[in-house]
């Protein structure tokens, strides 16, 4: 595993491709990474950064090439060269098909149904004329989800759309609409498969959004549910994993109904906001376990050191423009308080700068000190 | 405190700096890094590498001049140049005095003499000649420890004698020599101090050395004695601190003899082999902590999270050159196991090229693990 002759490439250089390489730099792991942009969090800590456009066949290729292990950190990819990278005997784990079908939504749903994995209901549309005219024929009532089928991310791409008005502004593209859910929590599980067989997961977490921006806030791990129900979504997760037959991470976001049923709302195939708590919290983080699934070595104990909440730090709204990080002097004293700063050089409102986790056995005072935390850090760019 | 604008250096690119460079570049800090070697373990993974000698004034004031705040990560550096980089205006910590004093033995044995801290006596030796000036006249009996006062590090530079016929093999410099010590056990403990007066101390940890070579090859944390004998051991490292009146880390090795007396064997004011432990096993890492007393900020938990062992993995006998890692595939799987490794290009016998840390409620277990670690891993430069 330690073999200087093997080089891993990572498609993407943000914040969980340079978590990634903090394992392969413990390691001594030789790694490359390939982004649009050169100051992207990743690209001062790799073997040797290479820039270029993700979505662009021969930045794929011309990357892949010199890499013998290929993995992503974002699964808006040129998934045809990934495939002709495959053809040419390079490992590339997720593999490129089922990056292909979770990239698009609407290809994800129809997996969903085929593979009886539960999932809301959900219509497929071409363009918003096709959506249009089935909301004209009373096909379709208000309200309901819409969601571009591919390259969303972060709460962009998805609206809640509750009358003719709110389509208009729509974007023109192939989309899905779901049916409300009386969603009682968000939950998530991080599944890990080996090429060999072993497969792995994570307890299950649960995920509190910003109302407002419609991004995670908090995470809390383990989720305050039944051991059940927990149990349930873990099930759930890994009966995904194992029908997609995924060799990697398989990070597994699901609605609890107010009725008590589990509905798997998306997945990633990479590592995932919700699992950034066990860098500290659990025996192995999930950032070295997918190293461990694509060398092809044991995984790790996916058990937990100590409960925690994960808090995100985002931009303040207003300010656009070089990062200023504010009064972690104030926070940085707790005890079991760990920030990760991802090094951008630009904040943005609600833009991802860096997150939190807070370690503590009682969950409840975790979350206490994560929201102090959210209340006294400001991350802008005043002088 | 994550102010762009704020550059540290560090003197040396080793392992000690590397892990340092992990917690600030998960931090989003800028630091720079001083070592004669380019392919150093650091090289690849700070702000920006300048190539130089750590001894040469010059180089030292030139790296010294283009950041802002100074430390080490080994203590044989020009203190002449920190202390004129000191006048200039630049933050300095460890405190270059310091650094003078312990940097040689002789006055280091000097110093806990003059200020009653509990030490083997000793006597000092201007070089060779005037020791052996002393055997011949009778003053000094076979057997004794015979220290180079300075630059020796792992073993070298020390050497128990017995005969007229080992002193004549030893290296003809100033020196001490220590009466010999009935070591039941070696003990290590670790203080952080602030520049505000902050002072905190990890536990007690036991240092159990491989006989051959006189390395470190385990280190037990916490440290298999009573707590009586545990708290007397922390209170003697942070006396000490306090006289030597140091901001940063101070490392105090120190020997149980069977007579149940602790004395300081020596002290080094940096992180540590004896606390890289406190990564996987306590809330903060001796290397965070570093970063904490030279910002001014509030110092971390020294709580311990989970009993752990260490065991350092070093070069095979026999073996010079590019280095080859063996068999950790046997191991990786196993709950609890860290594996860091340096990534220093070429291994030597006996040379550190990385360390496990064994994370296990059950300090036996781990001590287990840590063995079957040792038995299994190879590293040498097979192809």
Not at 108 to 134: A, D, G, M, V, W
Not at 152 to 163: A, E, I, L, P, T
Request: aromatic residues 8%; neutral net charge.
């Amino acid at each position: 595993m330690f073999n200087k002759n093997i080089t891993i490439g990572i498609l993407g250089g943000g914040q969980l491709g340079k978590m990634t390489l903090d394992v392969a730099n413990k390691w001594g792991l030789k790694v490359n990474i390939l982004d649009a942009d050169i100051n992207c969090p990743s690209s001062k800590f790799c073997n040797n950064f290479i820039q270029g456009d993700l979505m662009d066949y021969n930045s794929v290729m011309n990357f892949g090439n010199d890499v013998d292990i290929i993995t992503i950190e974002i699964e808006n990819v040129n998934v045809q060269a990934l495939k002709d990278l495959e053809k040419k005997g390079k490992i590339v784990f997720p593999q490129p098909g089922i990056i292909e079908t979770i990239q698009d939504k609407s290809l994800q749903k129809k997996f969903y149904l085929e593979n009886e994995i539960p999932t809301s209901s959900f219509q497929i549309f071409k363009n918003i004329t096709e959506l249009k005219s089935f909301i004209i024929s009373n096909k379709i009532s208000f309200p309901f989800i819409w969601k571009a089928s591919k390259m969303g991310y972060d709460g962009f791409g998805v609206k809640k759309v509750s009358n003719i008005e709110e389509v208009n502004q729509l974007k023109d593209c192939h989309c899905i609409i779901e049916e409300l859910v009386d969603i009682k929590k968000e939950l998530a599980v991080m599944v890990i498969s080996s090429k060999s067989g072993e497969i792995k997961n994570y307890h299950t977490v649960e995920m509190e959004f910003n109302k407002n921006s419609n991004q995670v806030e908090y995470i809390l791990s383990p989720a305050n549910i039944s051991e059940k129900l927990s149990l349930e979504a873990e099930n759930l997760a890994v009966d995904l994993a194992k029908k997609l037959k995924i060799v990697g991470l398989l990070a597994v976001e699901m609605f609890l109904n107010s009725e008590g049923e589990i509905l798997v709302n998306e997945v990633a195939p990479r590592p995932h906001n919700s699992y950034h708590f066990s860098i500290e919290g659990s025996y192995t983080s999930q950032f070295e376990q997918l190293l461990r699934s694509i060398l092809g070595i044991p995984l790790g104990s996916t058990k937990t050191i100590q409960n925690s909440v994960m808090v995100n730090l985002v931009g303040d709204d207003g300010y656009s423009g070089p990062a200023s990080y504010n009064h972690f002097d104030q926070i940085i004293g707790i005890e079991g308080v760990n920030p990760h700063i991802y090094g951008k050089f630009e904040t943005r409102p609600n833009r991802k700068m860096g997150h939190v986790t807070i370690i503590n056995r009682d969950l409840n005072k975790a979350k206490e000190i994560a929201k102090k935390i959210k209340e006294t850090v400001t991350i802008n760019s005043k002088k």
